[in-house]
T-cell receptor
Framework: GAGVSQSPRYKVAKRGQDVALRCDPI?????LFWYQQALGQGPEFLTY????????KSGLPSDRFFAERPEGSVSTLKIQRTQQEDSAVYLC???????????FGQGTRLTVV | SQQGEEDPQALSIQEGENATMNCSYK?????LQWYRQNSGRGLVHLIL?????REKHSGRLRVTLDTSKKSSSLLITASRAADTASYFC??????????FGKGTRLHILP
């Protein structure tokens, strides 16, 4: 596709519910990043993939967060047993190779009620 | 944790004036990228400047990089109402992260 696509754009989850957020990177992009952005703050790094390999997951806030990219293209960020503090915008970015321009999707706004 | 820190946190200027935002960071980098974000929307990539570059231009945007001072600046010339947004610098170091600052909120007054 022309850009990074994320779905859904908006998600309301009841506390304790599991959610899955999808990211379709730009075709052919090797690197893929996930970020969490709270209101009024800068994006916070969650995890990084190179193809299907998750090379860094140091930013995942707890073991309730899990990300995968099984075929080196589409990625899914899963949050189990959502809590109110998980409410944020989740952003996905991809770049052709490491250390090149990273392009972001529109994000998924998650609200946990 | 955030490596880049933008300064100022907020900036209001008259339309037509130039806007300058600064970014400081802590560790050695491979490159630095600037992004714009309109309220409630995604991040738009503006410019990438590599560690061996000192200045880069794109339209009304001018970015400088001083690796000895670990700082960068973004200059927007002849500002327009549509430039109202938050601007972020993002540092790309030798690890597997691109780290963002907290951003500068720019408001262009009519």
């Amino acid at each position: 596709g022309a850009g990074v696509s994320q779905s859904p754009r908006y998600k309301v989850a009841k506390r304790g519910q599991d959610v899955a957020l999808r990211c379709d990177p730009i075709s052919g992009h090797v690197s893929l990043f996930w970020y969490q952005q709270a209101l009024g703050q800068g994006p916070e790094f969650l995890t990084y993939f190179q193809n299907e390999a998750q090379l860094d997951k140091s930013g995942l806030p707890s073991d309730r967060f899990f990300a995968e990219r099984p075929e080196g293209s589409v990625s899914t960020l899963k949050i189990q047993r959502t809590q109110q503090e998980d409410s944020a915008v989740y952003l996905c970015a991809s770049s052709l190779i490491r250390y090149t321009e990273a392009f972001f999707g529109q994000g998924t706004r998650l609200t946990v009620v | 944790s955030q490596q880049g820190e933008e300064d100022p946190q907020a900036l209001s200027i008259q339309e037509g004036e130039n806007a300058t935002m600064n970014c400081s960071y802590k560790t050695s980098i491979n490159n630095l990228q600037w992004y714009r974000q309109n309220s409630g929307r995604g991040l738009v990539h503006l410019i990438l400047i590599r560690s061996n570059e000192r200045e880069k231009h794109s339209g009304r945007l001018r970015v400088t990089l001083d690796t000895s001072k670990k700082s960068s600046s973004l200059l927007i010339t002849a500002s327009r109402a549509a430039d109202t947004a938050s601007y972020f610098c993002a540092t790309d170091a030798a690890d597997d992260k691109i780290i963002f600052g907290k951003g500068t909120r720019l408001h262009i007054l009519p």
